[in-house]
């Protein structure tokens, strides 16, 4: 829903809901946030094909299946980490997708081509939802943020709105067996939420 007083796409943070007018919001222009991007992606993307060209591929191989099976399986049974658990997938998939035999003798360097492969999904991410609208870059006091708009479906909840009274249940007035009931379905949510099984 934009702002009712100007129309403008909303911001939506950690904390609080914004306005990039009525709230005065420094934005930095999105072509060049872009432009920035695509050559640090470039610089990011060599250094990891040059990382990739020289590893020992039997290590590397036998470890990114590995992790990924383990980030395959978090996302499907761990609820609080699937997202995570998600990106860490497509890191791997991305390795294993550029990987390829060189012969006997590579280097042991599968951290590194972690974090390269890691940095490169992030960026990819991040010019995909700059170039859609899902995401603007704000300046406060100096330093850059990449904040999501209310185009991109929410992944939580601004603080803001989690302690706004008018979305918390009101426990005054409800009677004791509703209460247990409440109680009841807010330990069913904790424990699916954990990782367990449903009870
Ligand atoms: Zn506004």
Known sequence: MPCEKCGEIRIITRQR???PN??????????????NKRKELSIIDSQFLNAINKTDYNQ?????????????????????????AINEWLVYTYLLHNLHYIGKGGTSNFPELVNLSRKTV???????SLEQGFAVM??????????????????????????????????????????????????????TNSGCSFI
């Not at 992030?122 to 995909?128: K, M, S």
């Not at 909840?157 to 807010?186: C, G, M, Q, W």
Request: charged share 30%; aromatic share 10%; hydrophobic share 35%.
């Open 138 to 191: 704000v300046e406060t006091e100096g330093q850059e943020s990449f904040e999501w708009t209310e185009l991109e479906p929410l992944s939580f909840v601004p603080k803001e709105v989690r302690d706004d009274s008018e979305f918390r249940p009101i426990l005054d007035n409800v009677k004791d067996r509703d209460l247990h009931r409440y109680r009841a379905i807010t330990r069913r949510i904790d424990v």
């Open 122 to 128: 992030q960026y990819y991410n991040q010019i995909r």
């Open 60 to 84: 590397t191989f036998g470890s990114a299946i590995f992790n990924r099976e383990l980030a395959a399986n978090e996302s499907i049974y761990v609820a609080a980490k699937r997202k995570y």
């Open 17 to 19: 809901v914004l306005c």
């Open 22 to 35: 009525c709230d005065n919001l420094s934005m930095l222009d999105t072509q060049d946030v872009l432009s």
